[in-house]
């Protein structure tokens, strides 16, 4: 039985990253192409400190450069905010970037 990415220690979480990229490359479709991206960065996003993502501005991976995202706060391994016209969207801290 696999483990929650919760359960896996930083060793664990980076094989799991590295099966998650080499998979990205074979993937033939790009909706199994997405999910796997989104499972790299889930996995990555439980090997950063959240501290380290206060309220303010960020991009984010793989959104149009200049679309901006206002983090309002930081829920486990998500950051929740606002995103254009969207009332809420969240995303793993990994996928954000300081603007």
Known sequence: MKKLYSQ????????????SLE?????EF???KEMLERKYY???AYTLNPLDYPPGIYQVIGHPEGA?????????IM???EMGEDLESSFPLSMLLPN
């Open 30 to 32: 790009p909706s199994h």
């Open 68 to 76: 901006i995202f206002k983090l309002n706060y930081v829920n486990g």
């Open 79 to 81: 950051g929740w905010g």
């Open 23 to 27: 998979a990205m490359e074979k993937a």
């Open 8 to 19: 896996m220690s930083r060793e664990e979480l980076e094989l799991e990253m590295l099966q």
């Open 42 to 44: 889930t996995a990555k």
